[in-house]
């Protein structure tokens, strides 16, 4: 069995075919999801859908995209939705430089607090980080955010970078960019780095690992990710399975079979 720990099962682009890809993802074997919310209606949906499919779980936050959205209001809303029995972590939060959809000072603000949020109710976190690894690494090292527990999601940095991750005792998201041509320095990455710190994901509908790249992705295809992952680490797919959702279970409490 395999968990995709991150997926937007709540994005309109699964509107017409929601129950059939959660059925395809049950028979390649990925017997859990974690739905990951970017604003305040996709987290509301993501802890609707945990409630409707049994092997769907949620994560609740503001993305930093739409930082500038973030308010006291809409962190009421999620301290209510964290509390959610099958909400599993805050997330996704961070910073993203190559978009400029939030000012950065925005980003930073809703990242910081989240991240206490995070810390208040006992969550981990989901990190989405583009372009942006030195700061997001410098706020998650942070005294306050010390005790926050989470993955940098969809991991593109450098060896140094995640040196520092894992030193932080982050896990680092292995998706769909470890099957691409020009991706190397990732799989050095992937190869190297403990076996206890990594996490399968999709980042569905973005994404698709190879032979869909282009195409829409969707949770049935941690299985590619899972397959290469086991080749570079010499392990069979059942090893790889085990590691890989025992990672997961330790890190998101609340996702239990
Ligand atoms: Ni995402």
């Not at 395809?24 to 604003?39: F, K």
């Not at 503001?62 to 973030?70: E, G, I, N, Q, R």
């Not at 810390?119 to 090292?141: F, G, K, M, N, W």
Request: aromatic share 6%; net charge negative; charged share 25%.
């Amino acid at each position: 069995m395999l968990v995709d720990t991150h997926c937007h099962l709540n994005s309109p682009q699964f509107a017409d075919d929601l129950p059939e890809a959660v059925a395809r993802a049950l028979q390649a074997g990925v017997t859990q999801m974690i739905v990951v919310g970017y604003d305040m209606p996709s987290s509301e949906e993501a802890v609707r859908l945990a409630e409707r499919y049994a092997p769907l779980f949620a994560a609740v936050a503001v993305h930093p995209h739409d930082s500038k959205a973030y308010s006291t209001a809409a962190e009421a809303r999620l301290r209510e939705l964290a509390s959610h029995p099958k909400t599993v972590a805050i997330g996704e939060i961070g910073l993203d430089y190559h978009y400029d959809f939030s000012p950065v000072e925005a980003q930073f603000a809703a990242f910081r607090a989240q991240l206490a949020l995070a810390q208040a109710v006992s969550l981990p976190v989901i990190i989405h980080c583009r372009e942006a690894y030195r700061d997001t690494l410098d706020v998650l090292e942070a005294g306050d955010a010390q005790g926050v527990g989470g993955v940098m999601h969809c991991w593109a940095g450098s060896a140094e970078e995640a040196q520092r991750a894992l030193k932080r005792g982050l896990y680092l998201g292995i998706g769909g960019v470890l099957t691409f041509k020009n991706a190397e320095a990732l799989r050095e990455i992937a190869a190297s780095a403990p076996m206890d710190r990594l996490l399968v994901e999709t980042d569905a509908p973005y994404l698709a690992p190879a032979p869909h790249r282009g195409k829409r992705n969707e949770p049935a295809y941690t299985r590619l990710v899972a397959e290469r992952l086991a080749d570079l680490r010499a392990l069979t797919r059942e090893e790889i399975e085990a590691r890989t959702t025992q990672n997961a279970r330790r890190l998101f409490r609340r996702l239990q079979p």
